[in-house]
Structures are given as structure tokens and as C-alpha cells.
């Protein structure tokens, strides 16, 4: 990704603070999405049914915008504007680290967090709680969050039983590392979808998709409000990260450079000494010498 920085001070920083190439990717984002529209992440584990979701929430049913299988499919984000909002695909927390990198990206400068989860797995497993440590220490990662954060329970139609007590366990599990329960969808792709092909509203509206969908749309303006708000927060809190570790960087080099100078003033006054006392002791021995002869 290119940043906001010129080639060259992009190799300055490259080569006095690598470890701000994540910052700085950040903020070159938050600045080209400050006017787009809202953006709806997907996110969670290999195959809990982000790309169906997204396809379903599009109406992009019959020639999928997002990759669906069995297999790992979503290995690069996938987007489409629809509704005035920007669906966001992202691979599969437990794909590859490559894969995490690039879900990342995408997750660290969303408006809206479509989390989702397959009933199947039960609670939460260990990756998805380390996801949301780290969501809780993002910049700006608690500002609106309650509003912003969605759980999706997919798989309805296969789950209905028992699937409000798997939610209630990962509200828990949430509420522990992100300090609020966030509001839950239960969802149905495989419903929805034989609705929307055999045109049969009972049975869409019974995926519960739509509710989702309305929800969105409903919540739109109050969304919009904390997206903007949000993205002025994130790019102020970001360049407040680059401008702090810039200025630490400089009081760090400069501690060195006058622990350097000491040392070599020191040196050469040692020198200094060494060199005089020498001349001294030089000089009386060419004087003694020609007292002697």
C-alpha cells in the first residue's frame, strides 16, 4: 500500500522507524476513505460465512461477488458498493499470517464490524479471543464501538435449537475483552437464498437477513455521524503515534550523539594530556641531553 509520504521520507522512515509501517499504511487509508461511505467489514473465522452474508446482504446471489466454499477462498479482501455502503470480505482469522495481515488492514479502519460466527463451533475459540484483544487496543477502537460492533450467528436454519444459548455465552465472552454485549443476528444464508432464487418472501424473511439489512439501513445517519467523527479521530490519533514515536526517535538519537560526543571529548582531552605530558618529558630529556654533551 502506498502511503501519504513522499519516496523519500518514506525510506527516512523506513530506516529510523520500520516498526511504524502499520501506522502509517493506517493513516494513509483513513485519509483516501474520509469521504467514502460507510464501510461494513466482515470479519471471523475460515468458513463462518462472512462471503455468504455479504452475498446475500448485496442480493449477489446468482454471480457471487464473494467467494464461497469449503475450502479457504478469501485470501484478499473483496468489495462492493451497495446501499450506500461499502461491503469488505476478509480472509479467515485462522487462514495464514499473510492472510491475517491483510484482515487487518481492512479492520482497523472500519465504520461498521459484521463479526461472525458459526453456531457450530459453539463459544468462541482462542483465535477469536485474541482477535478481540487485539480490536480492543486499536486507536480508536473503543470510540462507538457498542454501535459499530454486530454479532452474526450464521447457520440458523441448522442451529435454531440451541442457538441463543451459544449466543449468550459469546455475549459473555465479548463483553469480558470489548466490555459491552454487543447486539446479535441470527442469520440464515441457505433460507435466504432459496427465497430470493424461487421468489419466496415467507422464507427470506425467516432467514432474518432482511433484519440485518434493516438495521443498517435504519441506523445509516447515526452511522454515518460516528464514521465521520470517527475517521477524523482515528487520522488525529494516528498522527499523534507517528509524531510521538518520531519525537521519541529524536530524543533517542540525540542522547546518543551527546553520549558520543562526551566520549570522544573525553578521548581527546585524554589524548590531549597523554600528548602534552609526552612533549613535556621530550623536551627535558632534549634539554638534559644537551647539558650532558
Known amino acids: 500500500m502506498k502511503t501519504v509520504f513522499d519516496p523519500s521520507v518514506e525510506k527516512t522512515f523506513e530506516r529510523f522507524l520500520p516498526n511504524t509501517r502499520d501506522s502509517r499504511e493506517t493513516l494513509t487509508a483513513a485519509l483516501q476513505m474520509k469521504e467514502q461511505p460507510i464501510k461494513v467489514i466482515a470479519c471471523g473465522m475460515l468458513n463462518a460465512g462472512k462471503s455468504s452474508l455479504l452475498n446475500a446482504l448485496t442480493d449477489q446471489l446468482e454471480n457471487e461477488v464473494f467467494a464461497t466454499g ?29 492472510d491475517d495481515k491483510e484482515a487487518w488492514e481492512v479492520i482497523r479502519i472500519a ?12 463459544e468462541l475459540d482462542e483465535l477469536e479471543i485474541k482477535f478481540l484483544q487485539q480490536l480492543a487496543k486499536l ?5 462507538g464501538l457498542e454501535q459499530r460492533f454486530l454479532l452474526v450467528l450464521s447457520h440458523l436454519d ?22 459491552f454485549e454487543p447486539q446479535t443476528f441470527f442469520v440464515s444464508y441457505t ?12 422464507l427470506t424473511e425467516h432467514s432474518r437477513i432482511p433484519i440485518l439489512r434493516d438495521h443498517l439501513l435504519g ?10 467523527k470517527l475517521r477524523q479521530d ?8 507517528l509524531s510521538s514515536a518520531l519525537d521519541q526517535q529524536i530524543k533517542t538519537r540525540s542522547e546518543r550523539i551527546k553520549w558520543m560526543n562526551e566520549r570522544t571529548a573525553k578521548a581527546n582531552s585524554a589524548l590531549k594530556t597523554a600528548f602534552e605530558q609526552f612533549a613535556q618529558r ?12
Request: with cysteine.
Open 70 to 98: 469449503s475450502v479457504r477462498t478469501t485470501t484478499k479482501k473483496a468489495e462492493l458498493s451497495h446501499h450506500q455502503f461499502i461491503f469488505t470480505d476478509t480472509p479467515g482469522l485462522d487462514a495464514t499470517e499473510a
Open 234 to 241: 482515528r487520522i488525529t490519533e494516528i498522527k499523534a503515534e
Open 219 to 228: 441506523q445509516f445517519n447515526h452511522l454515518k455521524a460516528t464514521a465521520l
Open 282 to 293: 621530550t623536551q627535558k630529556r632534549l634539554t638534559d641531553y644537551d647539558k650532558e654533551y
Open 111 to 122: 465504520d461498521v464490524l459484521l463479526f461472525v460466527h458459526n453456531p457450530a463451533n459453539g
Open 139 to 143: 486507536p480508536c477502537a473503543t470510540q
Open 158 to 179: 441448522s442451529h435454531a435449537q440451541d442457538i441463543e444459548n451459544t449466543a449468550e455465552t459469546i455475549r459473555g465472552q465479548i463483553k469480558k475483552y470489548l466490555e
Open 191 to 202: 433460507t435466504y437464498r432459496k427465497g430470493y432464487l424461487e421468489n419466496k418472501p415467507p
